[in-house]
């Protein structure tokens, strides 16, 4: 008897262990006969044109690729020839029209890097590390007209541990997926899954995160700094401008002082350490990178690039992350 087809819809790096789930752990229930993914785009300081890491995943898997600019009726044809049961979508990049949604037999599926109904939208990982939430975890939706608003299959929960960054938080959830999968892969191929509809009045909303949001403003708390460098750390990454460089900052941490210095305004505990004044407390930066260099331990860097005592930093005000 043959087995159900499936697609996957990816482009991003967070999807890869859930596609090892389905060409090797539920390749004994189901088929996965493709992926839909970006096409090739130019990426790094070279601009070099290369294939998104789902696309490489299935190159190297020789799983079919199709990678259109924007999906459309050539590709609802295609699933429905496939005779396509079931579509799975995580971090793909694209809305798909109902169309698309409607093709698999059995409905199309996505796997969302949060507890919904909380931080539906374009960066639901950084944002909740950088709101200090204690958990997150991945939900297992039907996709709808709605952005994150289908109704809810089950949930991952993942803990939020105090050293996870942006690129920390993303690995576990990707493999938060696959326990997801597991249970509820068979209802889903089955066309029995259970679902819950969202508490609409409890949904929260958070944006696609931009290259500036990597500026500091030094007139918020720290202890807001000190959670965007983490959730950021990596991408867009943060950073404050000094004796007209831009300065890079890898990691930081609130630290309780007893001097007094105004938001901005560089403190030197000593000759390896450096700390800014903010609205609310004293932020240390512990890992420094000044343009062209590589990101250091503050100490190493203070050897070439020096800080004076008492000068002011650059600060930008910061855009809120969650939308109103």
């Not at 087809?5 to 790096?13: E, K, L, M, Q, T």
């Not at 459309?72 to 396509?84: A, D, S």
């Amino acid at each position: 008897m043959p087995k159900p087809p499936v697609v996957f819809y990816g482009s991003d790096a967070i999807a890869l262990p859930s596609l090892d789930f389905f060409l090797r752990e539920a390749s004994s229930a189901c088929e996965l006969v493709g992926v839909i993914t970006q096409p090739d785009r130019p990426s790094g300081r070279g601009k070099k044109v290369c294939p998104n890491p789902v696309k490489s995943w299935a190159g190297e898997n020789g799983v079919n690729i199709l990678d259109p600019a924007k999906p459309l009726e050539p590709e609802v044809t295609w699933l429905r020839q496939e005779g396509v049961v079931l579509a799975m979508v995580m971090a793909y990049g694209h809305i798909l029209s109902s169309a698309l949604l409607d093709a698999p037999k059995v409905g199309t599926y996505n796997l969302h890097g949060s507890v919904l109904p909380a931080y539906r939208g374009a960066s639901p990982v950084e944002t909740a590390l950088a709101q200090g939430e204690k958990q997150t975890g991945v939900t297992l939706m039907r996709v709808v007209s709605r952005m994150d608003a289908g109704p809810v299959v089950d949930a991952e929960i993942t803990p939020i541990a105090p050293d996870d960054d942006g690129l920390r938080l993303r690995e576990k959830l990707s493999l938060a997926c696959v326990p997801l999968l597991r249970r509820n892969l068979p209802a889903l191929l089955a066309g029995e899954a259970t679902e819950t509809l969202q508490d609409e009045e409890a949904a929260t909303y958070c944006r696609k995160l931009r290259k500036a949001d990597g500026a500091l403003d030094f007139f918020a708390p720290a202890e807001v700094l000190a959670r965007r460098v983490t959730a950021f750390r990596g991408w867009p990454g943060s950073w404050f401008e000094v004796q007209g460089v831009r300065v890079k900052v890898g990691s930081a941490k609130v630290v309780e002082s007893s001097l007094e210095a105004m938001p901005g305004q560089v403190i030197l505990p000593s000759s390896r350490e450096v700390a800014i004044g903010t609205a609310e407390g004293v932020l240390s930066l512990l890992e420094l990178q000044r343009p062209g260099g590589r990101m250091m331990p503050t100490a190493e860097f203070l050897l070439g690039f020096p800080l004076l005592e008492g000068e002011y930093v650059g600060s930008q005000t910061l855009s809120e992350l969650l939308l109103a």
